[in-house]
């Protein structure tokens, strides 16, 4: 069992930055893919970066590229997610989630409860 906590969200101009961070319980956590989800009103619930429980590779879905990195911290058992040249398309709820296998398309069993983000124009 994992119980995630996400943190950080907030509300930032265009072009700013934001960093959320990702706390699981658990002395398995770093056994873990992680991803962050993201869902804006209306839309459906999108993957937006993954990684592998090892840190050695990480997902982006095309629209963050080059913006948003995924590093995690396992002796700590903490993801992140640093967001920077933020756009008001990334305004949404975001998630963070665990599962046994990595990837922007994987299955993932373990939700935490989300973190608004709001960019303004």
């Known amino acids: 069992q994992v119980h995630l906590v996400e943190t950080g969200g907030g509300l930032v101009q265009a072009g700013g930055s934001l960093r959320l961070s990702c706390v699981a319980s658990g002395r398995t956590f770093s056994s873990y893919a992680v991803a962050w989800f993201r869902q804006a009103p209306g839309k459906a619930r999108e993957s937006v970066a993954g990684?592998?429980?090892?840190?050695?590779?990480?997902y982006y879905t095309d629209s963050v590229k080059g913006r948003f990195t995924m590093p995690r911290d396992n002796a700590k058992n903490t993801v992140y997610l640093q967001m920077n040249s933020l756009r008001p398309e990334d305004t949404a709820v975001y998630y963070c989630?665990?599962?046994?296998?990595?990837?922007?398309?994987?299955?993932?069993?373990?939700w935490g409860q989300g973190t608004q983000v709001t960019v303004s124009s």
């Open positions: 990684i592998n429980s090892i840190g050695t590779r990480t």
């Open positions: 989630a665990a599962g046994l296998s990595a990837g922007l398309s994987a299955q993932y069993n373990y």
